[in-house]
């Protein structure tokens, strides 16, 4: 069975401008959102640029989940409906999209969408300030999963080969086992290197252990429930279909009594249907 190196495989992530357009894009947003007087017309322009990109974060802001009454038409205007983060993550996802797409990683990419659905209802029923940014870290709490299956076959086939052998043991813990890291920590390190907000990086980094999280503690217990929820109602696939284990505090902490898991589960069921509209 090969093994591989944590900290060379962390070195990689350093050198990832092979994740396409994204980084490049999403650090000119960054640099230009610390700067003093500047415009939100001025990021939409540069995502803009991008013509390919900037159709899909429009696509994507105007997805049914958003519920926005009026058509987002440009991306300055989406930075301003929904906010800087909200932005930069759908610049994440839409790039994430192509990749999945790209990898015949549809299965993927559809439990990713689950998961945005569901932790974003599941932040809409907590009156969480920001419940586009829970659909943003859903989208994109697998991402690590794009650059340890796609970007590293070496690695990822290595996983893949060892999981199928048959054991009970989940994915999660065969990449723990090769590599000493995991998807999640590969997606908090993306993070990291995007400088994605707090907000977004714990759900990320924490969504298979939500007591780990510091800051983002409720986004975080959000996202582990919506990932769990979503295993078990088989939306798509995220390479394997065992249901990992529910925290109990980041449970207690969404609080969902029975009426309220059947009326989620409801919601988020029918808002599946339009998933393959994105695909
Ligand atoms: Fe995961
Ligand atoms: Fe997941």
Known sequence: MTRFDPTDLRNRIEKLGD???????VQRIAAMIGRPNVSTEEIGSIIEKDQVLAAKVLRLANSPFYGFPSRIGSVSHAVIVLGFNVVKGLTLCASALSIMKDAGMDQLWRHSLGVAITANLLAIRLEIKNPEELFVSGLLHDIGKVVLYVKWP?????????????????LLDVEQELTGLSHAD????????WHLPITLREPILYHHNPPLAKEAVLQTAIVHVADILVKGLACGNPGDDLIPPLSKPAWELVGLDEQGLVECID??????TTIDDYL
């Open 154 to 170: 070496d690695v990822g086939n290595c996983i893949k080969d060892e999981f199928t052998t048959g054991s009970a043991r989940s």
């Open 186 to 193: 590969i997606g908090g390190s993306l993070a990291d290197a």
């Open 267 to 272: 919601k988020a069921s029918s808002e599946f």
């Open 19 to 25: 994740l396409p357009t994204l980084p490049h894009v």
